[in-house]
């Protein structure tokens, strides 16, 4: 009876076999865990955002040239992506807090590493290290939503949660660039291993949302025929790899944009700092008018209508670039509606793929994760591999990986329909 009057007080929460504890009904409770979940999910922009302005210096220090310095980005996100696919059938069959624990302790250990780095090599070496750990976050935050929520509230849900995180990346840079200014570059990573530390001890207050009856069973051996089951679906692949060309095009900007701004440009890290915020605010502001038009047009509809932006937004900054057009300016507009354009696609297509299925959903944010991340590793290495010292090679990444969002969700309504029409003939 309890549980029953608590679903009708809440209707967000989806039907459960057996009851989650949820803080719904103390408002404290529900802050205190969007807070840390924010924080989980953030910790990937964290690991990235705040060396960025000290990539130059790092550079220099450790004699190692730009295209081999971004080699540490690509090996973050190489762990990032292989991670995801194992924390999260481990959080399908041991629940979310263990495996989160573990992982923190991972990234505290990598990010420690990463500080006492004596070349590039070490550094990639332990940015793996520190990204297996810091994947455990943003997939079981992800499946920890999916847990409590269903397909549009997840979104809602999601989208306030980056709303949220946008803070961490939003003072990433800013920090990165006072703390290079006032100690090292190795102090930027002696913080991320304390960010480490203060959120191992906050998940203390996190509860559990998978109860023990509703954990999956599978023997591990049979992950790999689950994720071929996955990864054969249209209806996730679809949101996964429309998700996935943008954070394509997001890495590319986080990768090439310290030194298009800073070198090209000569900027200050401290403006750069300032200028890469912008893009966050962007970023926090569509995720926002997200969360507010969710129930008047649907998921669907706003996935559809940012892949469109973004594919116009890429367009325009590849000319700007190509040509010269405004010069920094001709840069840093485009691209704020690029990136901007997170808070219409991310969150959607996030929620569109688990929601059809929710009885695996550790695993299918797995995979959504690891394509997601994933595209940016060749991305990253795209940045370097075809350099010209301009931010051209910049830009037709950016446009490329624009279009290709925008196809892909375009081929995916059309198979959702043509599903929809074998499924009801007339």
């Known amino acids: ?25 103390n408002p404290q409770a529900t802050l205190r865990m969007m807070l840390i979940l924010s924080a989980l999910m953030s910790f990937a922009s964290v690991s990235t955002d705040m060396y960025l302005p000290a990539l130059p210096t790092i550079s220099r220090v450790m004699h190692a040239n730009p295209a081999s310095l971004q080699l540490t980005f690509s090996a973050f996100l190489i762990g990032f992506s292989v991670g995801q696919l194992v924390w999260g059938p481990i959080g399908d069959r041991h629940g979310r807090r263990l495996p989160i624990a573990v992982g923190l302790v991972l990234f505290i250990i990598g990010s420690v590493g990463c500080a006492m780095s004596a070349d590039v090599w070490q550094m990639m070496g332990w940015r793996v290290v520190q990204a297996l750990g810091a994947c455990v976050g943003p997939v079981l935050a992800r499946a920890m939503v999916r847990d409590l929520y269903v397909r549009d509230d997840a979104a809602r849900v999601l989208s306030t949660l980056i709303l949220i995180m946008g803070v961490a990346p939003l003072l990433g840079p800013l920090l990165g660039s006072q703390i290079l200014a006032w100690w090292s570059w190795q102090a930027i990573f002696w913080s991320l291993a304390i960010v480490g530390f203060v959120t191992l001890i906050a998940i203390r207050a996190l509860p559990e949302t998978l109860p023990i009856d509703r954990r999956t069973t599978t023997p591990m051996r049979h992950v790999i025929r689950d994720y071929v089951a996955l990864v054969s679906d249209p209806r996730l692949i679809g949101y996964a790899f429309s998700g996935g060309f943008f954070y394509a095009g997001a890495y590319t900007f986080v990768v090439a944009t310290p030194f298009a701004y800073i070198d090209y440009y000569h900027v200050s890290p401290r403006i750069y700092g300032l200028l890469f915020g912008v893009n966050i605010v962007g970023m926090m502001a569509a995720n926002f008018l997200n969360a507010r038009l969710l129930k008047r047009l649907g998921s669907e509809r706003l996935f559809h209508l940012g892949t469109w932006i973004l594919a116009v937004s890429g367009i325009v900054l590849a000319l700007d670039a190509r040509y010269g057009w405004g010069g920094l300016t001709g840069l840093v507009l ?12 991310v ?8 929601a059809a299925f929710p009885h695996k959903a550790g695993s299918a944010s797995s995979v959504v994760g690891a394509m997601h991340y994933g595209s940016g590793i060749l991305s990253a290495a795209m940045v370097g591999w075809f350099s010209d010292g301009t931010p051209w090679t910049m830009a037709w990444i950016m446009a490329a990986a624009g279009i290709g969002s925008l196809v892909t969700s375009l081929l995916s309504r059309h198979l959702a329909a043509r599903r929809a029409t074998m499924a009801c003939p007339t």
């Open 1 to 25: 009876m309890r549980l029953t009057r608590a679903r009708a007080k809440h209707p967000m929460i989806a039907p459960k076999t057996s009851p989650t504890p949820l803080p719904a009904g």
């Open 334 to 345: 485009p691209i704020f509606v690029y990136m901007s354009m997170n808070g219409l696609i």
């Open 347 to 354: 969150a959607n297509s996030v929620a569109g793929a688990l």
